[in-house]
T-cell receptor
């Protein structure tokens, strides 16, 4: 299957700092990438859809100024959590679209904000 | 509101048995259906996709789709303890896009 990587896999930061998470499609070009958040024992929550070369589309209730998404190339999308607070601590997962409609997920990034 | 529903479980089956996981969806226009497996602390991994009514088999896994009844199921034959995970059903309702609606997942426990 298609390979999607994320970096870093785990990050701990202080409250008020910004954290950038990278999502890369390693062996294919992805015009569309997605960012999800998942709290413990909860289902995936779609945060935004990222299309290469255009602005991301955010889901209702997701603050676009807090979660900055950039999709500068066909293989890279980044999520920046700005001014992170403890309530932003979560598991952030990206996915990339391939073929007609299949999503492949990255391994996820566990963010802990102290 | 488009919805995808799954029983949260846990569904417990003995090792070697068949595990049957079910999913219903509300949007009759749905075109593509996916099953993902998610181990605790890990991201989802694609098991199968299905697009047409009927059965689709891949190794120990069989996906079944019935569009008239709006359900999709996943059968796991010869269940192993390593199959213990949460199984997510995903539906793509918007043709030409990758956007999914996910169910909340069914937690499967395979007892050794």
């Amino acid at each position: 299957g298609a390979v999607v990587s994320q970096h870093p896999s785990r990050v701990i930061c202080k409250s008020g700092t910004s954290v950038k998470i990278e999502c890369r499609s390693l062996d294919f070009q992805a015009t569309t990438m997605f960012w999800y958040r998942q709290f413990p024992k909860k289902s995936l929550m779609l945060m935004a859809t990222s299309n290469e070369g255009s602005k991301a589309t955010y889901e209702q209730g997701v603050e676009k100024d807090k979660f900055l998404i950039n999709h500068a190339s066909l293989t890279l999308s980044t999520l920046t959590v700005t001014s992170a607070h403890p309530e932003d601590s979560s598991f952030y997962i990206c996915s990339a679209g391939i073929g007609t409609d299949t999503q492949y997920f990255g391994p996820g990034t566990r963010l802990t904000v102290l | 509101q488009k919805e995808v529903e799954q029983n949260s479980g846990p569904l417990s089956v003995p090792e070697g048995a068949i595990a049957s996981l079910n999913c219903t969806y509300s949007d009759r226009g749905s075109q593509s259906f996916f099953w993902y497996r998610q181990y605790s602390g890990k991201s989802p991994e694609l098991i199968m996709s299905i697009y047409s009514n009927g059965d689709k088999e891949d190794g120990r896994f069989t996906a079944q789709l019935n569009k008239a009844s709006q359900y999709v199921s996943l059968l796991i034959r010869d269940s192993q303890p390593s199959d213990s995970a949460t199984y997510l059903c995903a539906v793509n309702s918007a043709s030409g896009t990758y956007k999914y609606i996910f169910g909340t997942g069914t937690r499967l426990k395979v007892l050794a």
